[in-house]
């Protein structure tokens, strides 16, 4: 299949943030970041897809200035055949903004399959997906926590709801996000890496849409107290319904 | 002053709670606006519009098709849409729920407008409005200025807490201009968990048992706490959901559920810092884990270092005890 996965490069999460002196960003001074975790499911979930029907071409999408490269080439040592850096100073808060630079890339693109993780796991608006598939008039269906498009014209998913799931069935082409539950992305292997250095990344323009959504400010939520042990094993187990009584007052 | 429109969201012919709190976030922005409603569903989903007007929908639209008894993102989002255009309404509330989030964006690019997804606040400022929506699983609270008009704003579930406003409201049906069955993906079964059970996102007390437990089969040993309260839901960590022991839908943490419960207690839980994102703004977190050097006793207010199989089942009764004497 022809497949398409835009992907998102996110810092990574297991640091304690700073608010940069703008007030209205993070301070990016020693952060690592990668690829974000659901955009690094779909990435697998394309690759698992064409090894299964046995050939295909997947081309990685990414939206920022030129740092993404590291995140396209990490796509590559996956095995992804070719990328497409879709250049801009900073990458929008909007998804709106950043759909329609999406979209006319990926128009006249001849995909079968457009993947995408369910939500980048920094901005968490769970919008560009869908807004793609909106603007470039495809089926779309969002936060699949199963996945089977052999049968090549057409898919059925799993989406994951509160307390339920449900069953759905589409025509392709068409765009999917990508929840947990498809698939873990693998680990570059040397090889990978070594045959990524040689794969095309193209950089073009990035034909941003106007922005109607900014972040006026970032703030740190207030820190939670420092934990405390009340006791140790099953005696421990009166104070602690005391504590849930009179302290807490939920019990 | 302003008019909003909030969608009323149903599962299964019945209304979810997320419907009124809708509501409640767009009668907020509407500051003595009109809030309308709008209701989709199967057959006889215009019985549960009178109800919508007890949080403050002034007009409750009704539209009722065999095709939107499930999910149908494709129709849904057609409706909403031109349901906002016909009404001028200043912007569109939907719930930041599994349904609402995956309708938002198509609502948002069928307006051609940029969207604030997932708030937790919402207010009018001048001609913007300002949410409050976090961001890095919750390290970090972004203020967001949405100068978009109309503007298609998601509430997180849980964060608007419905306000009573005896409303009777006007109901109107609407007829949508495309054939619902006509839509290219298609709802085909709808499999729910355990119905009694409450929901993660709605239960004021969640029980999440982690890789500590050993084995699937264990799992009782947090579904019977959770039953001795009586309100509470079982959640798992990602190690237990990856395992199968607990289907994905239970996951809490970074690529799951977010909750924030008024009591969190993780059992045989180590506290990876991907499942504290899921859990850290809970009111009052219990722990209860062997290794005393886990890191869930960082966040933990109160911490019990011991064996799950000991201290669990002690806690089970003194729990039963305790709502038997209230």
Same mark, same amino acid.
């Given at each position: ?21 703008? *007030?209205?960003?993070?301070? #990016? ?26 050939? *295909? ?101 799993? /989406? ?5 799931? #449900? ?12 929840? #947990? ?42 820190? /939670? ?5 009340? *006791? ?20 | ?101 995956d309708l938002t964006p198509r609502v948002a690019a069928k307006l051609g407008v940029g969207m604030a997804g997932d708030v937790t606040a919402a207010r009018m400022e001048g001609d913007a409005i300002v949410a409050t929506h976090p961001v890095n699983t919750g390290k970090v609270v972004s203020v967001i200025t949405l100068t978009a008009n109309p503007a298609v704003v998601s509430v997180r579930p849980g964060a608007f807490t419905p306000v009573p406003a005896a409303t009777s409201a006007k109901v109107e049906t609407l007829v949508p201009s495309a054939d619902p069955a006509a839509s290219r993906v298609k709802t085909t079964g709808l499999t729910t968990g355990n119905s009694t059970k409450l929901d993660l996102g709605d239960a004021p007390i969640i ?120």
């Open positions: 299949m022809k497949i398409a996965v835009c992907i998102k490069r996110v810092p990574d999460m297991d640091v304690k943030f700073k608010i940069a002196a703008s *007030g209205t960003a993070v301070d #990016e001074s020693g952060l690592k970041y990668d690829m974000s975790d659901f955009d690094g499911y779909a990435a697998e979930a394309a690759l698992q897809i064409n090894e299964k029907s046995g050939g *295909g071409e997947i081309t990685a999408i990414c939206l920022g200035p030129d740092a993404v490269g590291e995140t396209l080439r990490k796509a590559l040592s996956m095995g992804i055949d070719k990328a497409v850096q879709l250049k801009c100073d900073a990458v929008p808060f909007d998804g709106y903004a950043i759909a329609q630079a999406l979209a006319a890339e990926l128009k006249g693109g001849n995909y079968d399959l457009i993947l995408f993780g369910r939500m980048s796991i920094d901005s968490s608006n769970q919008s560009v997906g869908p807004m793609v598939a909106e603007l470039l008039g495809l089926p779309c269906v969002s936060a699949a926590s199963r996945l089977d498009v052999s049968a090549k014209t057409s898919g059925t998913a799993q /989406r994951e709801l509160e307390g339920a799931s #449900e069953t759905v069935s589409f025509p392709l082409p068409a765009v999917v996000t990508i929840d #947990e539950g498809v698939a873990r992305p693998r680990y570059p292997s040397l090889k990978g890496i070594m045959a990524a250095k040689k794969k095309p990344l193209e950089v073009k323009p990035a034909q941003l849409g106007a922005v109607s959504v900014t972040v006026s400010k970032m703030e740190l939520p207030p820190e /939670r107290a420092a934990g405390r042990i009340i *006791g140790e094993g099953a005696d421990a187990v009166p104070e602690l319904v005391r504590l849930l009584q009179t302290e807490a007052k939920v019990l | 002053m302003a008019n909003f429109l909030a969608v009323a969201e149903a599962r299964n012919g019945e209304l979810r709670k997320v419907a009124h709190e809708a509501i409640t976030a767009a009668k907020a922005l509407a500051g003595g606006g009109d809030v309308h409603a709008l209701l989709m569903g199967g057959p006889g989903i215009a019985a549960k519009a009178a109800s919508l007007g007890e949080c403050g929908a002034s007009t409750v639209f009704v539209v009722e098709h065999e095709a939107l008894a499930q999910h149908n993102p494709e129709a849904a989002s057609a409706i909403i849409a031109a349901q906002v255009k016909a009404g001028g309404y200043r912007g569109v509330i939907l719930s930041a729920s599994a349904h609402g989030k029980v999440t048992g982690g890789r500590g437990l050993k084995a699937a089969e264990n799992f009782k040993l947090v579904e019977d706490l959770a039953d001795a309260f009586g309100n509470a839901a079982v959640g798992a960590t990602r190690a237990v959901t990856d395992d199968g022991w607990r289907p994905h839908s239970d996951q809490i943490g970074q690529t799951g559920r977010l909750v924030s419960p008024d009591l969190y207690i993780a059992v045989g839980v180590s506290g990876a810092i991907q499942h504290l994102a899921g859990m850290r703004t809970s009111k009052t977190i219990v722990a209860i884990n062997k290794d005393k050097e886990a890191p869930i006793f960082k966040v933990a207010d109160y911490g019990i270092v011991g064996d799950a199989f000991e201290v669990v089942p002690k806690l089970t009764d003194a729990v039963k005890a305790a709502r038997a004497s209230r």
